[in-house]
């Protein structure tokens, strides 16, 4: 009998242990990801990422979800949480967040999304290979085509531009505006803010002066962008924009950029090749370059109430249409 009782204690012994290793083997990811503000392009990217991870069969990933509600020392904070805590890997949606992970994380890979210039940013020395602990992904978007397109359908003389002072990826965004508008002959307006509050009030003080506004991915401004849109439309002015995510709950005439869903599941394939032992250092900026990346939306409702006409050619190119309140994919 006492044989017995030994033989079992050794083979429950035996089996935890075996339990337990299988457990450990199992052990739970934890992806922190901090955002630098909630709206429709970067809440796309949080789930982008997300299904991403999910389809390729990661399926015991813990999540952290911050939103630093376009603050910076919230930002700094989430890192320092995020280090405290020791995630697995950290995702910066957007320039500001991703630096303040960069900056508080040095040995913990950290992966940025909807950043437009890494290297400006500082946050990778160069677009061709990753740091130590950094890579990422671009959303650099085509400026110079946004311009042309709101060109060419409103015949404008004049562009308005508001945008932030404190988000590096605004700032250079709004110089390649500036640049591109003198290159075509357009007289740039521009005129900055620091905070969402002030979007309303800084889109007033030109909005008489333009004859088209023009929001870049400033996640500032897009924030905001109801205020942009009220006074637009209001003063009937038409608004491009870079974020089709954006255009379809506001009154947005026209919006031609990245899907920011199809950026976050780009994003989430990244993250699973850095958790699956790729280093950083290997990997290179990412971008959207297949024009499938792509969108156009038009708003032909705002169309009609602006007074504008959406030539054939132009509709011809929409992926997506607004029209008597219902948004209409192709």
């Known amino acids: 009998m006492k044989k017995i009782c030994i033989f079992l204690a050794a083979l429950i012994f035996i089996s935890g242990f075996l339990f337990a290793e299988g457990q450990a083997e199992e052990e739970t990811a934890t992806i922190g990801i901090s955002k630098i503000v909630s709206h429709p392009a970067l809440d796309a990217v949080e789930q982008g990422i997300m299904d991403a991870l999910r389809d390729l069969g990661y399926e015991n990933i813990k999540y952290d979800l911050q939103n630093a509600n376009g603050d910076l020392n919230t930002a700094a904070s989430i890192a320092n949480k995020f280090k405290a805590e020791k995630v697995s890997l950290a995702v910066g949606i957007a320039t500001p967040t991703s630096q303040a992970l960069a900056t508080a994380m040095k040995d913990i890979p950290v992966i940025y999304s909807a950043v437009t210039d890494p290297v400006d940013a500082g946050l990778v020395d160069s677009y061709d290979k990753g740091e130590a602990n950094v890579t990422g992904v671009s959303d650099m978007t085509p400026v110079k085509e946004q311009i042309a397109m709101i060109h060419s359908i409103a015949g404008i003389k004049t562009l308005g531009h508001i945008y932030s002072s404190g988000e590096a990826n605004a700032v250079k965004l709004a110089s390649i505006a500036k640049d591109v508008c003198g290159d075509m002959g357009i007289d740039f307006v521009e005129t900055t803010v620091t905070n969402s509050a002030e979007v309303k009030q800084a889109t007033q003080a030109i909005i008489d002066r333009v004859d088209a506004i023009y929001v870049s991915t400033d996640n500032t401004v897009v924030s905001a962008l109801s205020s942009v849109a009220d006074v637009a439309l209001k003063a009937g002015v038409p608004i491009m924009s870079a974020d089709p995510s954006s255009a379809e709950q506001f009154d947005i005439l026209a919006a ?46 705002v169309a009609e109430k602006i007074g504008l006409e959406i030539k054939d050619d132009i509709r011809e190119k929409a992926d997506v249409f607004v029209k008597d309140g219902e948004v209409v994919k192709k």
């Open 256 to 301: 031609y950029g990245f899907d920011y869903y199809g950026m976050g599941r780009v994003t989430g394939q990244l993250v699973a090749k850095i958790l699956e032992g790729t280093p950083t250092s290997e990997i290179p900026t990412q971008y959207m370059t297949n024009e499938e990346d792509l969108i156009l939306h038009i708003n032909l409702d």
